[in-house]
């Protein structure tokens, strides 16, 4: 073993299990990003699905860039476009989403979600929701939940239609009983930019008492600024810092924190 590979084998290493790269945010400098990534050990990057349209295009950036992965599926942001301004039959949504995965190299349905802070009629956002569990449970894949002040009726749901590949609740916000809750479905946590904030106590004692198994690292990046970079892009190069505060508040080292949630990562979509 030379140097080098000395060195690179004792750099932590990163997982974003949760960044929107594709988003025109990162369209002046994307390269740069990942070059700053790789040198601060964010070495794989999931990229989720939001839309049918976007899918294609995101998988051609998947293709051009070592470490892209990319999930595909309806956010529950673009439903109101998706299904009521463009007319579709979910039927038809749920074929384009079956033929997509069929045809590409998709680590898994998401993100998919409810959102109870937006207009869309919750009774759409779940029957959205259902057609993409049925995806991931006739595709065995894993799913990337979104879930906003709907945990409980998101766990019932996943309690109707379980997903035998499990996955993530990203950006998760909410209490340990929530956590262990999602948990014990085998669906694991997303550990972002939210537990930089003090006063994101609740969610700090949660991820806190958690099993290391159970969490995943994310930036959600454009969105979600950590503590201090308020109204500023967020960046998958800023993944380390969420490892450091969760490291700081479980009382690990950073590496311990990279290599399990680094494997638990590897575990959900098969990287
Ligand atoms: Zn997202």
């Known amino acids: 073993m ?41 070495n794989k990057i999931v990229v989720p699905g939001v839309e049918p349209a976007q899918w294609f ?5 998947i293709e051009r860039y070592e470490g892209l992965h990319m999930a595909a599926g309806i956010h529950p942001w673009w439903v109101e476009r998706v299904v009521l301004e463009s007319n579709s ?45 049925e995806v991931a449970s006739e595709k065995c894949l894993p799913v990337i939940l979104h879930s906003r002040k709907t945990h409980t009726l998101l766990l019932q749901e996943i309690k109707g239609s379980p997903v035998a590949k499990g ?7 909410g209490s340990y009983e ?7 479905l085998g669906i694991r946590i997303g550990v972002g930019g939210t537990i930089t904030y003090p006063r994101a106590a609740k969610t700090r004692a949660a991820v806190t008492k958690m ?4 969490l995943l690292l994310e930036t959600d990046a454009p969105d979600m600024p950590l503590a201090g970079r308020q109204g500023q892009r967020n960046s998958p190069e800023y993944l380390p810092e969420v490892a450091q505060v969760l490291a700081d508040l479980r009382g690990q080292s950073v590496e311990t924190i990279a290599a399990q949630t680094s494997a638990n990562a590897s575990d959900v979509f098969g990287l």
């Open 2 to 42: 030379n140097a080098t590979d000395a060195a690179s084998q004792a750099k932590p290493n990163f997982i974003d299990s949760h960044c929107h790269f594709d988003f025109e945010e990162f369209d002046q400098d994307r390269e740069q990003v990942l070059s700053s990534c790789r040198e601060r050990g964010v």
């Open 57 to 61: 295009t995101l998988a051609k950036l």
């Open 89 to 133: 039959a979910l039927e038809q949504l749920q074929q384009n989403l079956v033929d997509f995965v069929g045809q590409n190299k998709v680590v898994a349905i998401g993100e998919c979600g409810l959102d109870a802070a937006i207009a869309t009629p919750m009774s759409l956002q779940v029957a959205v929701l259902r057609l993409q569990l």
């Open 167 to 173: 996955g993530v609740v990203h950006g998760f916000s």
């Open 178 to 184: 929530q956590a262990c809750a999602f948990w014990d």
């Open 211 to 214: 099993p290391l198994e159970a």
